[in-house]
């Protein structure tokens, strides 16, 4: 599967941005498809994932309550809704898809995902 993301931009801080991740080449099916970022001089980082059969949803402690993510199946589209967006949400945004089973924690880890997209860029200003 082929993963596009898509929606990254300049904001001010506590502006919203949706990032979008596309699936190609094969459907999302039963995959779990989580966001990462990467600020500059930072590791990469578990932002939000979402398991495609059952829907939980999981999200970092930093991002709780600022960000959503949903899937459109009909699309083969994984969002990712950005509120309140703060400076050091800055970084570079990848999706990834696992056709690996996961729950809690498990999910967070970027080892359990085979295909990733090629990042989209969020930058907001103070």
């Known amino acids: 599967v082929q993963l596009q993301a898509s929606g990254g931009g300049l904001v001010q801080a506590g502006a919203s941005l949706r990032l979008s991740c596309a699936a190609s080449?094969?459907?999302?099916?039963?995959?779990?498809v989580g966001w990462f970022r990467q600020a500059p001089g930072k590791e990469r980082e578990f932002v939000a994932a979402?398991?495609?059969?059952?829907?939980?949803?999981y999200y970092a402690e930093s991002v709780k309550g600022r960000f959503t993510i949903s899937k459109d199946n009909a699309k083969n589209t994984v969002y990712l809704q950005m509120n309140t967006l703060v400076p050091e949400d800055t970084a570079v945004y990848y999706c990834?898809?696992?056709?690996?089973?996961?729950?809690?924690?498990?999910?967070?880890?970027?080892?359990?995902?085979?295909?990733w997209g090629q990042g989209t860029l969020v930058t907001v200003s103070s």
């Open positions: 990834a898809a696992s056709r690996d089973f996961c729950s809690g924690l498990l999910c967070s880890e970027d080892r359990i995902y085979a295909y």
């Open positions: 979402v398991r495609l059969t059952g829907a939980p949803t």
């Open positions: 080449g094969r459907s999302f099916g039963n995959y779990v």
